[in-house]
């Protein structure tokens, strides 16, 4: 087997099946399996998979064991030569995998490789591409400055849509042969959340293997659907980043003094703001489809007209507020995908309609929690 996508879920039922469902797409050319580990959600995530995809295989934890143990109990029941880490919020086109099989099978001493991430509007996310955050780095990024000669958090020297080495990827996405994946013993389960993909992308490094970032794949994560970025983050970040560089990196008490002092300043100024996000007042919603009862169901449940529009159609509408609704019956993910990096306005807003579904699902926001609409 050429290659096993693995998807951990914890309670975002809605986002999974979409994530599915693209993933299903994108390896129908390949001799390829999916695998689910749901963390013990306590919504209907489990049953969902059983009932619509009963060939997946799916571990059920009786309790959240967190990122990097479950991950690592997928990858052993892994068959495939590849490993494709995906997260349950992320939405994938169709050619997406044989894509990224055809370039890293041409890249040399292969570690791990990540595709150019992209939130729910459309728009780039710059931890796609990082470099190794020493307690320098860290330091640097906790405070927001820049000091001299050190790197930034971020790997700004790629360009965002072209092909690189880096040293750290994202969890969201990692791409890499399962055997070098074992040899350094898959996720460090010392972390919980956050931190794992650092960690594991540093022992790769390691080795002697090269991570690379491949921007000419756009991949949407609706980032923040587990998480807000809030104080609870900012506390579970930096906690982490402290524990790679104990294990990784010299200790320097006056450093790290200074970071802990800081990762609860911060986290206490971010418990005292409000996170709640602006409701947007849509102008007009615009349905990509050709189904008039489904045009008609949203505009129902949404309170206002949606207009049906095609591919073709689809124009500067101005200042006007505006969400396009996608139905994945009509048009491709990678149409999706293509669109909303085309369009990425403050004014533009976009939700998918999976096939077969009776929701839509989106996210307006960078770093916040995403939206489902059932009809």
Same mark, same amino acid.
């Given at each position: ?200 992308? %540093?022992?790769? $490094?390691? !080795?002697?293997?090269?991570?690379? #970032? ?8 609706? /980032? @923040? *659907? ?121 004014? %533009?807003?976009? $939700?998918? !309609?999976?096939?077969?579904?009776? #929701? ?8 916040? /929690? @995403? *939206?489902?609409?059932?009809?």
């Amino acid at each position: 087997m050429k290659l096993s996508v693995i998807i951990l879920n914890y309670n975002v039922r809605y986002f999974l099946k979409l994530c599915i469902l693209s993933v299903q797409k994108a390896i129908e050319p390949l001799d390829a399996e999916i695998i689910v580990i749901d963390n013990n959600s306590s919504d209907d995530s489990c049953a969902m998979v059983k009932d619509r995809f009963p060939t997946i295989s799916l571990i059920e934890n009786k309790k959240n064991v967190g990122f990097a143990k479950a991950n690592n109990q997928g990858v052993q029941l892994a068959k495939g030569e590849y490993l494709c880490i995906l997260n349950p919020d992320t939405v994938v086109a169709e050619n997406t995998f044989v894509e990224i099989l055809k370039v890293v099978e041409e890249l040399p001493n292969l570690g791990i490789a990540g595709p150019r991430l992209i939130s729910g509007t459309g728009r780039y996310h710059p931890e796609s591409k990082r470099n190794i955050p020493s307690p320098l780095t860290s330091f640097g990024r906790l405070f927001r400055i820049r000091l001299g000669k050190v790197k930034n958090y971020y790997a700004d020297h790629i360009p965002i849509e072209e092909t690189g080495a880096v040293d750290i990827l994202v969890g969201a996405f990692m791409w890499v042969k399962k055997e070098h994946y074992l040899s350094v013993h898959g996720f460090d389960e010392d972390y919980f959340m956050y931190g794992e993909d650092v960690d594991l992308s %540093y022992k790769i $490094k390691k !080795k002697g293997l090269q991570n690379y #970032y491949l921007g000419s794949f756009p991949v949407i994560h609706y /980032k @923040g *659907e587990s998480t807000d970025r809030n104080a609870v983050y900012i506390k579970r970040f930096y906690s982490a980043m402290r524990l790679f560089y104990s294990k990784h990196f010299r200790s320097n008490w006056i450093l790290d003094t200074i970071v802990t002092i800081g990762i609860y300043s911060i986290s206490f100024v971010q418990s005292l703001k409000k996170h709640k996000k602006e409701i947007r007042n849509i102008d007009q919603y615009y349905l990509v489809s050709k189904d008039e009862e489904l045009r008609d169901k949203l505009s129902v449940i949404l309170k206002k007209e949606v207009k049906i529009t095609s591919l073709e159609s689809i124009q500067n509408f101005g200042d006007l507020n505006i969400e396009l609704i996608f139905d994945t019956a009509c048009i491709t993910f990678e149409e999706i995908i293509t669109i909303m990096q085309r369009l990425k306005k403050s004014n %533009y807003t976009y $939700k998918i !309609k999976p096939p077969k579904c009776d #929701y839509i699902v989106g996210s307006d926001f960078k770093d916040g /929690k @995403g *939206e489902v609409i059932l009809f």
